[in-house]
């Protein structure tokens, strides 16, 4: 059997397996609503974060209602629980081009096995469907295993002390924050002490600190929590100039910027809430 005929089988006995692995979750609303109550609210929140290690590639909506009132009003209402449930995904984190199909079916009254009463089955078609595809593992053709491993990136810190020129972005790699909040998560604080400590020494540079945001539509990360303004990569931006300030970075060498959500990164939405800093003058002299 040759290399390319075995890859071909992998691979479509991945899409086999993948097709079979999709994650199903279901929301139910009261009777005329497509807002959730708290307790399922709570429900699907819980299951968005059940997705955090998910490689999301596509997830698709399917609003139902159950068979009371006209047709046309419930086509419409079951298009609004479809959307409700879209913009919930969207302000946590589950970027929009991901959510590939939201509609609505209408009215629906399905058998439940072992149910006779009317209202309950009624309960259980006022619902939206959640259907999440996860990505097929990758299936490395053989000539690929034979290629070198990429080179670990470098420590910011360590990336500071070389050298530098007018124009260059160094990325805080690392430095996370919380959704909706300008302060680092716990576990990037001695990385940005790492980095503090490479800017003081490095008293030639100049930069301009850059705060983004994550890029999802209608997303929260655009308003700072605390403050409730809408301003929050700027904040980000702030909290690291005063940090960097208080370990002893001269204010003169530094101005910070909030670039709102211009520039994502392409990736999980967590790397778009960085900070980087861009080098705007290098003194020779020094």
């Known amino acids: 059997m040759n290399k390319l005929f075995t890859f071909i089988i992998l691979l479509l006995y991945g899409s086999m397996v993948h097709a079979q692995n999709n994650i199903t979750h279901d929301v139910y609303f009261e009777t005329d609503k497509y807002d959730l109550i708290p307790t399922e609210e709570n429900r699907l929140l819980l299951f968005i974060s059940s997705l955090a ?3 999301i590639e596509s997830v698709a909506i399917f609003g139902f209602c159950d068979d009371v ?51 309950k089955i009624r309960g259980l078609n006022r619902k939206v469907e959640i259907i999440i595809n996860p ?4 299936i490395k053709k053989v000539e690929e295993e034979t290629q070198p491993v990429e080179e670990k990136k470098k420590p910011t810190a360590e990336v500071i002390k070389g050298k530098l020129n007018v124009g260059d972005k160094i990325r805080f790699e690392n430095i996370l924050f919380k959704t909706g909040y300008s302060t680092v998560t716990p576990e990037s604080k001695k990385i ?25 539509q209608f997303s929260r990360d655009a308003v ?9 990569s700027e904040a980000r931006a702030k909290y690291v100039y005063d940090y960097l300030a208080k370990k ?11 670039m709102r959500r211009k520039f994502p990164l392409g990736g999980d939405p967590k790397y778009d809430r960085r900070v980087e800093i861009v080098i705007t003058y290098v003194d020779e002299k020094n």
């Open 53 to 55: 290690d998910v490689d």
């Open 69 to 119: 009132g006209a047709a046309s009003y419930n086509l419409k209402l079951s298009r609004q629980r479809a959307e409700a449930i879209k913009t919930i995904f969207s302000n946590h984190e589950i970027s929009e081009s991901l959510i590939t199909n939201v509609d609505g079916k209408g009215e629906v009254l399905l058998k439940i096995v072992n149910e006779k009463n009317i209202s």
């Open 135 to 138: 990505k097929p593992p990758i």
């Open 192 to 216: 940005l002490e790492d980095i503090a400590n490479s800017l003081v020494e490095r008293k030639d540079i100049y930069f301009t600190i850059q705060g983004h945001v994550c890029c999802t």
């Open 224 to 232: 700072d929590r605390k403050t409730k303004k809408r301003n929050l």
């Open 248 to 258: 002893g970075v001269s204010k003169k060498r530094m101005r910070y910027l909030g």
